[in-house]
């Protein structure tokens, strides 16, 4: 009988070893060294996720272990991982539907708390409204000081991006965002033949109507990978504990590199702490100093409700 370990009779040869591109249910699609994509069974007790890295063996398709992985609570508080082995993340706005308040904060802390280095993509810059979005946030302090950069794209003209595919050369990223900022788009606009499907804002709620449900991973032609990634209202990290946010909130940076007198300082009222000095000097913004205490608050309060067994 054959190795157990070896399903298709392969092994040694690499070709029993391959990417996780596309999730359908129970089953993942698979990318194979020798060019072939085939769908393969997963465990329920081991779960996969696109961007997953996997050995096929007779029970499916067993991931290896990840260098970085992207989760978040869904609204029934389950930890829902997006897509894994990434190095660079897309948080995708537009004017239309605007992000809920919070939504890049939250979203550059987590990026940076897992290791993956995040950019900002403004699409729909062929509207006023996201042309000013664009500029405000190409404009805005925290971000140049956490040196992140700011794309101004549209799928509908083509602005911006040949900067977006060289930007991944390389790299695996993915594209994150509320339902309707235009993710699925923009990766039709990048790959050619790609029809991933699309849909409209809803007239009246002026949200997105959540069209794409499952994460797919595609190669761009001048290489490295992009995933698409279903949009949700609001992004709540996993695992990040205050001292993540302390240490990965964009604008705090110069401030951190000189250093406060405790290396887990909260920077909320522990003494010779280096954020509250330049808040004090003016250096970093009040408004922005608050918006790091509601998170950190959201947190604690995320953590205290784990800790006694309720759900939020
Ligand atoms: N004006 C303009 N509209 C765009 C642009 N990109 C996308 N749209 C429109 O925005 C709407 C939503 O686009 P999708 O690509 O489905 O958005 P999504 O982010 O993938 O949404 P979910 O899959 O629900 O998360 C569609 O009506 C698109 O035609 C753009 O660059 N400019
Ligand atoms: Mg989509």
């Given at each position: 009988m054959a190795d157990p370990g070896d399903g298709d009779g392969q092994?040694?040869?690499?070709?029993?070893h391959g990417l996780v591109v596309g999730h359908f249910g129970l089953d993942v699609e698979v990318d194979l060294p020798d060019g072939q994509r085939r769908r393969v069974r997963v465990q329920r007790e081991e779960p996969v996720v696109v961007g997953d890295r996997v050995r096929i063996t007779a029970r499916g398709a067993v991931p290896e272990p990840r260098d970085t992985v992207l989760a978040r609570r869904d609204q029934r508080d389950r930890v829902r991982?997006?897509?894994?082995?990434?190095?660079?993340?897309?948080i995708t706005l537009a004017s239309r539907p605007p992000a809920p308040s919070g939504y890049l904060d939250r979203a550059i802390v987590a990026a940076r708390a897992a290791g993956i280095r995040p950019f900002v993509v403004v699409n729909k810059c062929d509207l006023h409204e996201s042309r000013e979005l664009f500029e405000q946030l190409r404009d805005d302090p925290a971000l140049r000081d956490a040196e992140i950069d700011v794309a101004a794209v549209s799928?509908?003209?083509?602005?911006?991006l040949d900067a977006i595919r060289s930007r991944l050369v390389g790299h695996r990223g993915a594209f994150i965002g509320?339902?309707?900022?235009g993710k699925s788009s923009l990766l039709n606009a990048l790959v050619p033949g790609l029809a991933l499907e699309t849909g409209e804002i809803n007239?009246?709620?002026?949200?997105?109507?959540?069209?794409?449900t499952r994460s797919t991973l595609h190669q761009l032609e001048g290489g490295g990978e992009l995933i698409d990634t279903p949009g949700f209202r609001d992004f709540v990290p996993v695992d990040l504990s205050p001292a993540d946010l302390a240490r990965n909130f964009a604008g705090f940076d110069e401030a951190l590199r000189s250093g406060?007198?405790?290396?887990?300082?909260?920077?909320?009222?522990?003494?010779?702490c280096a954020v509250r000095r330049e808040v004090e000097r003016g250096a970093i913004a009040a408004a922005r100093y608050e918006a790091y205490l509601a998170l950190l608050r959201d947190l604690e309060r995320v953590a205290d409700g784990q800790r006694t067994g309720r759900t939020r």
């Open positions: 092994a040694g040869t690499g070709s029993n991982a997006i897509a894994a082995n990434l190095d660079l993340l897309g799928a509908q003209s083509g602005e911006g509320t339902s309707g900022v007239r009246l709620t002026r949200l997105g109507r959540h069209v794409t406060c007198r405790f290396r887990d300082c909260l920077h909320r009222d522990e003494p010779e």
